[in-house]
């Protein structure tokens, strides 16, 4: 089997390679060697890999920069997931796809299911909800994981970020009203690869790899189990971290105020992944230890 990821170097992406490289060829492309915005070379990349599996693990996250450079968050977002699942139902190809709890407005007091309204807040949920529907209605056979507050010890995250200005700063202000579910990128990267090696194991039985993909096509939920705060999310990170002095306070949305509103609830109910799948991924500070003890001498 011939793999495709896209978003190699990003925080799922860099968790994907050594757990997608035992299943078969890997072709690993990062936004150097593969641009999403471009769309002719996303084709072209297609054509001459034409992998059975495409996992699109690439993605515009720049939220508050999505305000103003809408055509490059549409171009990544929405455009290339929908030029994936063309290709790769014109090639026989199945298709992963990660998508946001930013889709939804937030407004929902209890945890989102996946046929829940959407209502994005802000041009970064608007374009990864046009990908969203892309796939949905495209006749590619697709999964599409929606996940949430995605951290590693790789790139531009909360925990990275956090464990910087925690040894820089006296004191930190982290809103404290805003929900949801830290979700490491290595939980996403296993049960991604579980999923995958069910599909395989249907292959072998007589189910193939795109009769499984389509029987099970659609939107599924993965996060990591429980719900935090930011702050509640800091407060756990300086537990791990010896060097973080800062002095954590919580403050109110309104007292951080950014370009574009956040979802005050961005819980994510994960029944239909246990249900359909078996798959079940750990409580989001069992995550958090888990990856700091993957990564113990970065700083």
């Known amino acids: ?159 990275n970020t956090m464990l910087r200005l925690g040894k820089e700063r006296p004191q930190l202000g982290v809103v404290d009203d805003q929900w949801g579910a830290p979700t490491w990128a290595g939980s996403l990267a296993q049960a991604t690869v579980a999923i995958v090696q069910q599909a395989l194991a249907g292959a072998s039985s007589g189910l193939s790899l795109l009769e499984f993909f389509q029987t099970h096509r659609g939107l599924y939920h993965m996060t990591n189990q429980g719900a935090t705060t930011w702050f509640g999310f800091a407060q756990a990170i300086f537990q791990h971290c010896a060097h973080c002095q800062a002095r954590l306070l919580p403050i109110p949305t309104r007292d951080y105020p950014t370009p574009v509103q956040r979802p005050a609830n961005s819980r994510l109910d994960n029944q239909r992944l246990a249900l359909v799948f078996g798959v079940r991924l750990e409580s989001w500070p069992q995550a958090l230890l888990h990856c700091m003890e993957a990564h113990p001498a970065l700083p």
């Open 1 to 159: 089997m011939t793999i495709l990821l896209t978003g190699a170097g990003g925080q799922v992406g860099s968790a994907l390679v050594p757990l997608l490289a035992p299943l078969g060829t890997l072709v690993a492309l990062d936004r150097s060697a593969l641009d999403l915005a471009d769309e002719q070379a996303l084709q072209a990349a297609l054509r001459q890999h034409r992998p059975h599996l495409v996992i699109n693990a690439a993605a515009y996250t720049a939220v508050d920069q999505a305000e103003t450079d809408t055509a490059t968050a549409f171009a990544v977002n929405a455009r290339a997931p929908a030029v994936l699942a063309e290709v790769c139902h014109r090639q026989g190809a199945a298709l992963i796809h990660y998508s946001t709890d930013y889709v939804f407005s937030g407004s929902k007091p209890t945890p989102y299911l996946e046929t829940d309204p959407t209502g994005p807040l802000g041009v970064y949920g608007r374009s990864k909800q046009a990908g969203e529907q892309a796939l949905l209605e495209s006749a590619a056979p697709s999964l599409i994981f929606r996940t949430s507050w995605v951290f590693s010890r790789h790139g531009h995250n909360f925990l």
